[in-house]
């Protein structure tokens, strides 16, 4: 059935609207935006607080989506598709409550909230629209794999199944109670805070497993047993923290595997492209008008550049440098997604500071701001080009999705400094710049590691460091020679895979990260890698709907509500 057609009747449960109808897309659109997407969304921002990096809310939003439009039977997949395309764009946007955070830690002027939010909106807008235009060149000619969006695809044909859906909804409820009862007894249980416990980073190292998490873990090693040596040729001051350094080096660690990855991903895409066929144009679920698309972009973009110099009084040059990256790195990123399912958002913002630097930028603000379009932008639109490669999978329409999409951007905008603002509020330590601190003053459970790569690299315009350079080139030259050499082995097994020969993208967690951090995400890794050899696989579903990444995710979700109570409870209890 055509899910753009009309209402219709059929076999479903007898409150649920008729597919098409208003009631229909309202039902869709208030569960993504006002229920699924907030919770994706705080869960988003949490993790990349305490972590600097989060877990795409499309899962948990397929999987709790399918269970409003299960009723609508095998068409039901379309419904949960929009469901989980807005909460996951809610997500992708509260994630960037990094981004004022930032502004915190450098000590740079607050805006008025209204103004911050402009600023998002317009940036994801912008975002959407860029994600589209790629969309036929990488979904619909280069047909990318986008593994991320083939598991979702399963996921949201699978859930059709009642009893899998049940199944799934407990496992991944039983996690979400695990987690707020974890997050909420941390408060009181000195022996968790001694041995420095964190629900949501166990509960991500479930979801990525031991081949992620003990690389973590390794890195997280190496880093601190090189402490000393730092320190004894001048990179790091007695009691600094060894991620003040080892974090350039994992940045460069990233850059030096994702140029070999890239080289490898354009040889193919430009071998695929050559013997594509151009895709047919009469199918009405993926005609989409592209005047309308160049119109949505370009009025975004002058947008984008009105709130940015007119309201937070950044220079044009930057802001429109910014938005020409955007079309590269949109294209550059959603390859990198299509293939391998890796969006190096920060090796982007990184890259164009660089490069703006290059071109005379001396003012970090300016650089966090007209890097934040790259940041926004390009998560934007690899989440949209993820989208629609589950949507091309599952026949829903595009146009639909493009507005459901929209919607998601909207509402994340206004959560991303609604939940920066709550959680720097509810929790101190969260404005403190730990880029400056010692060892000893860094905080146990919120590593931020997202905002110390910003801030860090940001830092270096206004205070050169000669060996800064040279540690971003080392890293360059092991991520390099690692990851060629991966291509070259093909490691197999696990501990080559894992331990021997990681890869690079894991190993450089350990260095953006304190020790007890990237130690309990690869405790989790390897207790959720123990279940599932010990566990029967179930009617070849994909791993993201696993028991223990369902149960992981749970405690994710758990964890971030239990801190969002505890610091709104805190705050009530301080002013009343």
């Known amino acids: 059935m055509d899910a753009s057609s009309g209402p219709v009747t059929g076999k479903r449960w007898a409150w649920l609207p008729a597919q098409g109808s208003w009631r229909y897309h309202v039902l869709l659109a208030a569960t993504g935006m006002l229920v699924l997407g907030p919770l994706a969304g705080v869960t988003a921002a949490y993790m990349n607080f305490s972590l600097g990096f989060f877990v795409g809310g499309q899962v948990l939003a397929g999987l709790l989506g399918s269970a409003v439009t299960a009723g609508y039977g095998a068409d039901g997949k379309h419904g949960a598709n929009y469901i989980q395309t807005a909460a996951a764009s809610v997500a992708s946007m509260s994630g960037m409550a990094v981004l004022v ?148 080096i994992a940045l460069g660690t990233i850059l030096g595997a994702a140029l070999v990855d890239l080289a490898i991903i354009f040889r193919r895409a430009f071998e695929t492209a050559r013997g594509a066929r151009a895709p047919e144009e009469d199918q009405e679920w993926r005609r989409v008008h592209r005047g309308r698309l160049w119109l949505w972009v370009l009025a975004w973009a002058g947008l984008t550049l009105a709130t940015g110099h007119l309201l937070l009084r950044q220079p044009l040059f930057f802001l429109a440098l910014g938005i020409a990256l955007v079309f590269l790195f949109a294209l550059v990123n959603g390859i990198s997604v299509g293939v391998s399912d890796s969006n190096p958002i920060s090796s982007a913002f990184v890259v164009a500071v ?147 020969l990681p890869s690079p993208y894991a190993l450089s967690f350990g260095g953006f990260v304190n020790l007890p951090t990237s130690m309990w995400l690869g405790a989790g890794g390897v207790v959720a890698s123990l279940i599932g050899l010990r566990a029967p696989k179930q009617r070849d579903l994909p791993e993201d709907m696993s028991g223990t990444s369902l149960f992981g995710g749970g405690l994710i979700a758990g964890d971030a509500i239990a801190a969002l109570a505890i610091g709104t409870a805190g705050l009530l209890a301080a002013v009343f």
């Open 101 to 248: 955070q930032a502004m915190v830690w450098m000590g740079l002027p607050q805006p008025p909230a209204w103004q911050l939010v402009a600023y998002f909106v317009c940036v994801g807008m912008f975002g959407v629209g860029v994600g589209m235009l790629y969309t036929p060149v990488l979904v619909d000619r280069l047909r990318l794999a986008f593994p991320s969006g083939l598991a979702v695809a399963n996921i949201l044909r699978a859930l059709t199944d009642t009893r899998l859906l049940r199944h799934s909804v407990r496992q991944l409820g039983s996690g979400g109670i695990a987690g707020l009862a974890a997050g909420l007894a941390g408060s009181r249980l000195a022996f968790l805070g001694t041995i420095e416990f964190s629900a949501s980073t166990f509960g991500a190292g479930m979801v990525v497993g031991a081949r992620i998490g003990v690389p973590a873990f390794l890195g997280g090693v190496i880093s601190w047993a090189l402490q000393p040596f730092f320190v004894s040729i001048g990179w790091l001051e007695a009691g600094d923290p060894f991620r003040k350094i080892t974090f350039l």
């Open 354 to 500: 660089v490069l703006m630097a290059l071109l005379g930028l001396a003012d970090p603000g300016v650089g966090l701001m007209a890097g934040a379009i790259l940041l926004v932008s390009t998560s934007v639109a690899c989440d949209m080009q993820q989208d629609r490669s589950t949507g091309w999978r599952l026949g829903t329409p595009r146009v639909l999705q493009f507005r459901y999409q929209v919607l998601g951007v909207l509402v994340g905008a206004v959560l991303a400094v609604v939940f920066a603002r709550l959680f720097m509020a509810a929790y101190p330590v969260l404005v403190q710049d730990q880029t400056v601190m010692k060892a000893g003053q860094q905080p146990v459970e919120w590593t931020s590691a997202m905002t110390y790569k910003f801030v860090g690299v940001l830092r270096s315009l206004t205070d050169d460091k000669p060996y800064q350079r040279t540690a971003i080139v080392v890293g360059i030259a092991i991520g390099f020679a690692i990851e060629v050499l991966r291509k070259w082995i093909r490691p197999q097994r696990f501990v080559v895979d894992a331990v021997l």
